[in-house]
């Protein structure tokens, strides 16, 4: 039997498990899945003979090196911070390593050891980071083996609500942390590179610049930049490229609403408020608002903001129940993000029969032949339930075919890494289309970096 130890059964996991335990009998898998609590994974797996559940403290080095030294590969889905003590046990033990999480300075400095005893350490191999990865480097790299020369490359993701769950007027609800949502785009300004030239947004202005874009049966969608597009520039091998740019995808209209929060100081998590646990929404909306002695919280909330009465703005703000006195904060010294967060889950989490949405948009910009030409390519997914998200499957995926690609042999190049060779990507994107997870190109005519900037 080949051993796979898993290690975390949150809500990404439930494709990932069911991807194995459907391969386990015809690919001689024994599945250990080791978490602190172990009723989810128990409720994601039933009675199989092929796996085993453990109680595991990754933070108890006996029982983590114990499960480790058992297994031919170790899938990590624990939170990023705490991937680095599974790492640097797969050295010491000979283990080969999957994780869907961005490639920490640490995990980094693993990869000589890795290599050295010929070790594969897959990382970035979820939905985003991962399935943006190799979905662009397999146009990217066919457009270069053709001759052509990228010249633009854009690409956008989204986590929303699927158009049957969509009912709110935020046409928003959260499918995945929604710590990350509230703070999104802070620590500094986005950067980009546009015809060439250096661009910046700088937090305060990020949710006024989007740029818009089109998906077939879906509509229209907003983006707003990520806080380093630049990243993967040299990975991609764009260093000539006169257009780079990465953005989240929202509907239209959300960015203009959430940049109220932005211009309050709503979305900071730099500080605590006093005696926050026995604030009304209304009291904290109004502590970031100038005091009057006649005015109510909503009247000065507009006219700070300068939102008149019949904009939609306001009414979404109104659907969000924050100038509701009976509802109370209760969250002792709360930073103002925490606050918001915990209003705003009284409205955007998921109801038991809701579906999630995951969309993803790339643009490749190239010259071939003295000619410019443009591939729009877009992947939509939609989750089946709660338990089998789209956020679930485009994550738990990828992971689990890297996972039995290497134990299979398919992916041999030891080290460090992220999905960005064709050995990796090409297996798996095949594969991927056979789930539903599979991308629509389209030529259109180039036009340079269009995006519609518009100070909404």
Known sequence: MRKILIIGAGKSSSYLIKYLRDKSESENLQITIGDLNVDNAKKLVGEHKNFSIIHLDVFNPESRIAAVKNADIVVSMLPARFHIEVAKDCVTYKKHMVTASYVSDEMQALDADAKANDLIFMNEIGVDPGIDHMSAMQVIDRIRNNGGKMILFESFTGGLVAPESDDNLWNYKFTWNPRNVVVAGQGGAAKFLQENQFKYIPYHRLFRR??????????????????????YQHVYGLDHAETLYRGTMRRVGFSRAWH?????????????????????????????????????????????????????????????????PNKMVGLNKATPAQIL????????????????????????????????????????????????????????????????????????????????????????????????????????????????????
């Open 341 to 456: 967060q915990k209003i705003l889950m009284d409205s955007w989490t998921l109801d038991a029969d809701d579906k999630d949405m995951i969309v993803m948009y790339h643009k490749f910009g190239y010259e071939l032949n003295g000619k410019k030409h443009q591939i729009d390519a877009t992947m939509v997914v939609v989750g089946e339930d709660q338990t089998y998200t789209a956020m679930a499957k485009t994550v738990g995926l990828p992971v689990a075919m890297a996972t039995l690609d290497i134990l299979n042999g398919k992916i041999t190049t030891p080290g460090v890494q992220i999905p960005i060779s064709e050995e990796v990507y090409t297996p798996i994107l095949e594969e991927l289309e056979t789930y539903g997870v599979k991308f629509t190109e389209k030529e259109v005519p180039y036009l340079g970096y269009n995006p519609l900037n518009t100070e909404q």
């Open 260 to 324: 109220v929060f932005v211009q309050l100081g709503m979305t900071d998590d730099s500080y605590t408020i006093d005696d926050s646990a026995n604030m009304s929404y209304r009291d904290f909306v109004n502590a970031f608002l100038p005091y009057s002695p006649t005015d109510s919280v909503e009247l000065k909330f507009r006219h700070a903001l300068k939102i008149d009465q019949d904009d939609i703005v306001w009414d979404k703000f109104l659907e969000l129940d924050i100038f509701n």
């Open 210 to 231: 989007t740029e818009f874009l089109e998906i077939d049966s879906y509509g229209r969608f907003e983006a707003y930049a990520n806080r380093d597009s630049l990243k």
